[in-house]
């Protein structure tokens, strides 16, 4: 049974951070080009990163470059979004995609709310 399990979400003030896991059950990320999406209250879902399956190297949208970080650990399928200096518009709540497209298979999580506000 494919599962894909986010943890790690809250409510913070603004310049706190957070930290969100992402575990892949029934599949192997390490296997799947992993991302983070979010989706803020009456906004469209919107890409935030997304790493590559051949080096491991991440991309950012330009609004949270150099304030988030995702990383993987194979050993522990699991994903991770490090999250510093939030702002009030990082508000939303953030999925875990998994997405291997030779296979076809795309995976979604239930989501996991973060709030930023004072």
């Known amino acids: 049974q494919v599962q894909i399990i986010e943890s790690g979400g809250g409510l913070v003030q603004p310049g706190d951070s957070l930290k969100l896991s992402c575990v892949g059950y029934g599949f192997r990320p390490k296997n799947f080009t992993m991302a983070w999406y979010r989706q803020a209250p009456g906004k469209e879902r919107e890409l935030v990163a997304r790493m590559r399956l051949a080096d491991n190297s991440a991309n950012y949208t330009d609004s949270v470059a150099g304030r988030f970080t995702m990383s993987r650990d194979n050993g522990k399928n699991t994903v991770y979004l490090q999250m510093n200096s939030l702002k009030p518009e990082d508000t939303a709540v953030y999925y875990c995609?998994?997405?291997?497209?030779?296979?076809?298979?795309?995976?979604w999580g239930q989501g996991t709310q973060v709030a930023v506000h004072s």
């Open positions: 995609n998994a997405e291997n497209t030779r296979l076809g298979h795309v995976y």
